[in-house]
């Protein structure tokens, strides 16, 4: 009885909380993020931060506030002082490498440039008016996104198309394999047949090595109209997606469906064989020279060779 009250208690308070949840943000307009400007950059690299009030207007002689993650003080402007002039209070990490663009206040542009950007420079910005009537608050997501050098020079994280190898055939149908070396965020990967729809994901396997991630994801396909797959590569954060096909062969999947028949077959074929062995070894003993014996066991393990020659060149095809 008691337990039964606590549960009903329990859900009402999850849905108020997430009912609470939905409205404050609904209120804060941030759900689907249309006004979070999203901007990526590669460490190194400067950015400009975008902020312009709402109806252009001057801005020369009012207040902004740049600041990041709601608390460390980006950039404070003030009627003409401001971090680079005359105030304090700047964050140690942007000292030295934030300026505004002056000429552009009087058409209300509060934008920044953060020079010489680093990874942990990448967070959530707001830009901020708050003695304007109503006040004006920007939102910004800032990405840093790391390179890693080699000897050679600079190489940005986001991955070449993925490998898509044919792994086996089984019974099931073909196993395909898509594979993400070295990429930087952590990519997500799928498989989509050809009208796009996700085909469900055997095996996957993440590593990280150099701080960087290497991805592998398996499915099963069966024959379609297309015989087309997709192996799609997202790394949602700098927005970047890239992908691979690959058409199958038809007669791949004849050798799927052949694949238990044929073992089968090569199972009686072998049975048959040594039946018929024993059969002549016993009634032909006499009459049968070693000679010749030798030549028949030859013979059959030529002829069991060829027979798996078509399923291998299938699964090398790629
Ligand atoms: C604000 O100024 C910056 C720097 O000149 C520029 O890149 C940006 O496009 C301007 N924004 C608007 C809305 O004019
Ligand atoms: C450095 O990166 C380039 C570009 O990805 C690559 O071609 C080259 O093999 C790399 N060199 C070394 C020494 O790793
Ligand atoms: C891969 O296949 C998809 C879906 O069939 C198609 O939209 C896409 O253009 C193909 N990409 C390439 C590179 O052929």
């Given at each position: 009885m008691l337990g039964l009250k606590t549960k009903k208690i329990q859900q009402r308070l999850f849905?108020?909380?997430?009912f609470i949840l939905s409205e404050f943000r609904k209120t804060n307009g941030?759900?689907?993020?249309?006004d979070v400007v999203k901007v990526v950059v590669f460490e190194g690299e400067d950015v400009i931060l975008p902020c312009s009030v709402n109806n252009k207007e001057n801005i020369e002689s009012k207040l902004f506030d740049w600041r990041k993650d709601g608390q460390k003080e980006v950039f404070r402007y003030d009627g003409g002082l401001h971090d680079n002039n005359g105030l304090s209070g700047q964050d140690e990490q942007f000292k030295g490498r934030v300026s505004l663009f002056k000429e552009q206040l009087k058409f209300g542009n509060a934008s920044i440039i953060i020079?010489?950007?680093?990874?942990?420079?990448?967070?959530?910005?707001?830009?901020d008016f708050p003695l304007l009537q109503p006040t004006q608050k920007f939102y910004i997501k800032l990405i840093v996104d790391r390179v890693f050098k080699n000897q050679s020079g600079q190489i940005p994280g986001a991955p070449p198309e993925p490998l898509i190898t044919v792994l086996k055939i089984t019974e099931q149908g073909v196993v395909l394999q898509c594979v993400v070396q070295w990429a930087f965020p952590e990519p997500t990967l799928q498989w989509r047949n050809?009208?796009?729809?996700?085909l469900p994901a055997e095996k996957t396997q993440v590593s990280k090595r150099g701080g960087r991630y290497d991805v592998i994801l398996q499915t099963t396909v069966t024959k379609t109209p297309t015989n087309c797959f997709t192996c799609e590569v997202r790394q949602e954060e700098i927005g970047h997606i890239v992908h691979r096909n690959i058409t199958l062969p038809e007669k791949l999947f004849e050798s799927c469906h052949s694949a238990g028949l044929f073992l089968g077959g090569l199972l009686a074929g072998v049975l048959i064989l040594a039946v018929v062995g024993t059969v002549v070894l016993l009634v032909g003993r006499n009459y049968i020279t070693i000679a010749w014996k030798n030549g028949s066991q030859q013979q059959g393990t030529d002829s069991s060779n060829t027979a798996a020659e078509p399923l291998r060149s299938g699964v090398e095809m790629t």
């Amino acid at each position: 009885m008691l337990g039964l009250k606590t549960k009903k208690i329990q859900q009402r308070l999850f849905f108020w909380f997430c009912f609470i949840l939905s409205e404050f943000r609904k209120t804060n307009g941030r759900e689907n993020g249309p006004d979070v400007v999203k901007v990526v950059v590669f460490e190194g690299e400067d950015v400009i931060l975008p902020c312009s009030v709402n109806n252009k207007e001057n801005i020369e002689s009012k207040l902004f506030d740049w600041r990041k993650d709601g608390q460390k003080e980006v950039f404070r402007y003030d009627g003409g002082l401001h971090d680079n002039n005359g105030l304090s209070g700047q964050d140690e990490q942007f000292k030295g490498r934030v300026s505004l663009f002056k000429e552009q206040l009087k058409f209300g542009n509060a934008s920044i440039i953060i020079r010489n950007t680093e990874v942990t420079d990448s967070g959530d910005y707001t830009c901020d008016f708050p003695l304007l009537q109503p006040t004006q608050k920007f939102y910004i997501k800032l990405i840093v996104d790391r390179v890693f050098k080699n000897q050679s020079g600079q190489i940005p994280g986001a991955p070449p198309e993925p490998l898509i190898t044919v792994l086996k055939i089984t019974e099931q149908g073909v196993v395909l394999q898509c594979v993400v070396q070295w990429a930087f965020p952590e990519p997500t990967l799928q498989w989509r047949n050809s009208d796009g729809h996700i085909l469900p994901a055997e095996k996957t396997q993440v590593s990280k090595r150099g701080g960087r991630y290497d991805v592998i994801l398996q499915t099963t396909v069966t024959k379609t109209p297309t015989n087309c797959f997709t192996c799609e590569v997202r790394q949602e954060e700098i927005g970047h997606i890239v992908h691979r096909n690959i058409t199958l062969p038809e007669k791949l999947f004849e050798s799927c469906h052949s694949a238990g028949l044929f073992l089968g077959g090569l199972l009686a074929g072998v049975l048959i064989l040594a039946v018929v062995g024993t059969v002549v070894l016993l009634v032909g003993r006499n009459y049968i020279t070693i000679a010749w014996k030798n030549g028949s066991q030859q013979q059959g393990t030529d002829s069991s060779n060829t027979a798996a020659e078509p399923l291998r060149s299938g699964v090398e095809m790629t």
